[in-house]
């Protein structure tokens, strides 16, 4: 997650962030308890920069990222039959990211 070699503060504030997420939340079932989770919301406030970000996580680290995907790129790649299926998710996202240049 580095630029040109350097970490901005926005990755480095991300990585805690998402740390302290997965931590927290991986064990948990529940969507909305999972997407209210104080780090996921603090995460959503890096806006659009933070796509590339969730999109390198999700890949790395799996996690429910859906909803904070959908809300800063007002799409959502997921097709209805792949819908609660958390695999089939995470390559529609990533195929999307890598669509859109947004990860390798």
Do not use: C
């Not at 948990?28 to 970000?53: E, N, Q």
Request: no cysteine; proline share 6%; hydrophobic share 35%.
């Amino acid at each position: 997650m580095t630029t040109g070699g350097t970490t901005t503060a926005a990755q480095q504030l991300f990585v805690r962030l998402a740390a302290q997420w997965h931590h927290d939340t991986d064990h948990r079932s529940s969507p909305s308890r999972i997407a209210d989770h104080d780090a996921y919301l603090k995460i959503l406030t890096l806006g659009r920069a933070a796509v590339p970000l969730i999109l390198q996580d999700l890949r790395d680290h799996g996690g429910d990222w859906y909803r904070a995907l959908r809300i800063l790129t007002d799409e959502n790649p997921v097709p209805p039959e792949h819908q609660g299926i958390p695999g089939l998710m995470n390559e529609d996202w990533i195929n999307w990211g890598r669509t859109h240049g947004l990860i390798e």
